[in-house]
C-alpha cells in the first residue's frame, strides 16, 4: 500500500485529498493494482502501467462512472515514495482539461497513519 495526497489543479481550484494505491503486482517492467481517492474527488478504479530502470512511473486508471481515464507520470524517490503529476484522458489518450481534472500527487509507501 502507498498511501498520500493528490492535489487537484485544473480546472477547479485546488482540491486536495487523500490517494493510495494498493494490491499493487509488478512483473518486471509492468505493474498493476488499484487506485482509491477519496472525497470530493472521484476516479476510484484499477490501474496498469509501467516502471523504468530510470524509476520513471507511468500507469493508467481506467474510466470510473463515465468520467474520462486519468493518467499519471512520475518518479521513484530516494526514499521510495512517488510523485508526480496526473491528467483526465481524451478519446485520442491526450491529457486533456476539457475532458476531467489535472494536478500533482504523491505517495508513500505503508499504510494511511504509518
Known amino acids: 500500500?502507498?498511501?498520500g495526497t493528490i492535489v487537484d489543479t485544473a480546472p477547479s481550484p485546488n482540491i486536495r485529498t487523500?490517494?493510495?494505491?494498493?494490491?499493487?503486482?509488478?512483473n518486471k517492467g509492468y505493474i498493476s493494482g488499484v487506485?482509491?481517492?477519496?472525497?470530493?474527488?472521484?476516479?476510484t478504479g484499477p490501474f496498469t502501467?509501467?516502471?523504468?530502470?530510470?524509476k520513471y512511473i507511468q500507469f493508467t486508471v481506467s474510466s470510473y462512472r463515465?468520467?474520462?481515464p486519468l493518467f499519471f507520470w512520475g518518479f521513484v524517490?530516494?526514499?521510495?515514495?512517488l510523485q508526480g503529476?496526473?491528467?483526465s484522458l481524451d478519446q485520442n489518450?491526450?491529457?486533456?482539461?476539457?475532458?476531467?481534472?489535472g494536478g500533482y500527487w504523491s505517495v508513500f509507501p505503508g499504510p494511511p497513519g504509518s
Open 77 to 81: 524517490q530516494a526514499n521510495q515514495s
Open 1 to 3: 500500500i502507498y498511501n
Open 66 to 68: 463515465g468520467n474520462a
Open 18 to 26: 487523500n490517494m493510495y494505491l494498493s494490491s499493487i503486482k509488478q
Open 85 to 87: 503529476q496526473y491528467c
Open 49 to 54: 502501467g509501467t516502471i523504468g530502470t530510470n
Open 35 to 43: 487506485f482509491t481517492v477519496d472525497a470530493p474527488l472521484v476516479g
Open 93 to 101: 489518450g491526450h491529457c486533456s482539461a476539457n475532458v476531467g481534472a
